[in-house]
């Protein structure tokens, strides 16, 4: 800007350490989450896992502001068909075991499908689903 300050946003890529970071966390929680769910091998170390890569759709992103030379960094997960950007790795955990259960073409899920109706309990879809539910009451 004419101040000289910067304001951008700046895909990372897969190899980047900060793309590691967040799949290792998100792995690792995935790894806890199916042990809770009895659905994993009980031998699994949960901190040897991570995610190849980010759900479809999903790109990592760091924004950029202020000083060129040393700017603020902020990194968001992107991807939700709501539009919605992730903050840390752990804000996203609640919307990761939901793509797991709800999009995982793995027979272990089936069961879990049938037999409960399963709906993302992350902090942005649970506000659009209140939302929902009030709007209707109306």
């Known amino acids: 800007d004419d101040r000289g300050e910067i304001d951008y946003m700046a895909k990372i890529t897969v ?17 806890h989450y199916l042990k809770s769910m009895d659905l994993s ?6 901190l040897a896992y991570h995610l190849a890569h980010f759900p479809s759709n999903y790109r990592l992103y760091e924004h950029r502001t202020g000083n060129p030379h040393d700017p603020t960094i902020h990194t968001y ?3 939700s068909r709501n539009g919605y950007r992730f903050r840390s790795p752990e804000e996203f955990y609640p919307h990761a ?3 797991m259960i709800t999009s995982a073409k793995l027979s272990v ?3 879990v ?13 649970e506000k659009k689903r209140i939302k929902r539910v009030r709007m209707q009451s109306l």
């Open 109 to 111: 899920f089936e069961e």
């Open 113 to 125: 499908r049938q037999s409960i109706q399963y709906e993302c309990e992350c902090r942005y879809c």
């Open 77 to 79: 997960l992107y991807g």
């Open 15 to 31: 190899e980047k350490p900060r793309s590691l970071y967040w799949r290792k966390k998100i792995g690792a929680f995935l790894t």
């Open 41 to 46: 091998r009980e031998d699994r170390n949960p």
């Open 97 to 99: 075991a939901w793509l």
